[in-house]
Nanobody, 124 residues
Framework: QVQLVESGGGLVQAGGSLRLSCVAS????????MAWFRQAPGKEREFVAS?????????YYADSVKGRFTISRDNAKNTVYLQMNSLKPEDTAVYYC????????????????WGQGTQVTVSS
């Protein structure tokens, strides 16, 4: 079992930045690929970014965030981050981190463990 806890969400103006964190506990963090998903009101949960295990040599991004968001991991701290720059109102959503085996996977059903989410609101 892996427990995931997200933090760092909040209210920010368009063009601003936020950094989300997700701390893992339980089984060995470095043994998991990690990902961020988001869910806006009335919409399905969607893939945002993912990073490979163990050291994060490979990263993947949704087209909508490419060039603005950066995913990274610190295995010594059991933490995965999502740096979000140039935020837009359409980035408003609850952001979830997830743990799985392959970062190429972008489906909600392809990740085994999930956090409770952190709200990000971008005002125009």
């Amino acid at each position: 079992q892996v427990q995931l806890v997200e933090s760092g969400g909040g209210l920010v103006q368009a063009g601003g930045s936020l950094r989300l964190s997700c701390v893992a506990s339980g089984r060995t963090f470095s043994g998991y690929a990690m990902a961020w998903f988001r869910q806006a009101p009335g919409k399905e949960r969607e893939f945002v970014a993912s990073i490979s295990r163990p050291a994060g040599a490979r990263t993947y991004y949704a087209d909508s965030v490419k060039g603005r968001f950066t995913i990274s991991r610190d295995n010594a701290k059991n933490t995965v981050y999502l740096q979000m720059n140039s935020l837009k109102p359409e980035d408003t959503a609850v952001y979830y981190c997830a743990a799985g085996d392959k970062p190429e996977k972008k489906g909600v059903n392809e990740y085994d463990y999930w956090g409770q989410g952190t709200q990000v609101t971008v005002s125009s």
